[in-house]
């Protein structure tokens, strides 16, 4: 089993940013690719951005150039830079994890709020 914590969302004004965080706890050596994914009201969950172990990265067209995902495997935690936020970005922000075993385990943090004001 894997437990994500995510912390750092909040409200900003357009053109601000938010470092959102995402601490992974259990079985952290099972973890392959970490990601986030955001929900707006109405809407299906998305994509924004995927790391792998490696540190291989693959982003949505929407955040390319504004959004930065990293990764700290020695303290389990992913992160995700958000700059040049726009009010389309507002959303329910979840973090995500994908075990390396076969057939792959996923598990969601409960998620954290972003609001951008316009």
């Known amino acids: 089993q894997v437990q994500l914590v995510e912390s750092g969302g909040g409200l900003v004004q357009a053109g601000g940013s938010l470092r959102l965080s995402c601490v992974a706890s259990g079985s952290v050596f099972s973890i392959n690719a970490m990601g986030w994914y955001r929900q707006a009201p109405g809407k299906q969950r998305d994509l924004v951005a995927t790391i792998t172990r490696g540190g291989n990265t693959n982003y949505a067209d929407s955040v390319k150039g504004r959004f930065t995902i990293s990764r700290d495997n020695a303290k389990n935690t992913v992160y995700l830079q958000m700059n040049s936020l726009k009010p389309e970005d507002t959303a329910v922000y979840y973090c995500?994890?994908?075990?390396?075993?076969?057939?792959?385990?996923?598990?969601w943090g409960q998620g954290t709020q972003v609001t951008v004001s316009s």
């Open positions: 995500n994890a994908v075990t390396s075993w076969y057939p792959p385990s996923v598990y």
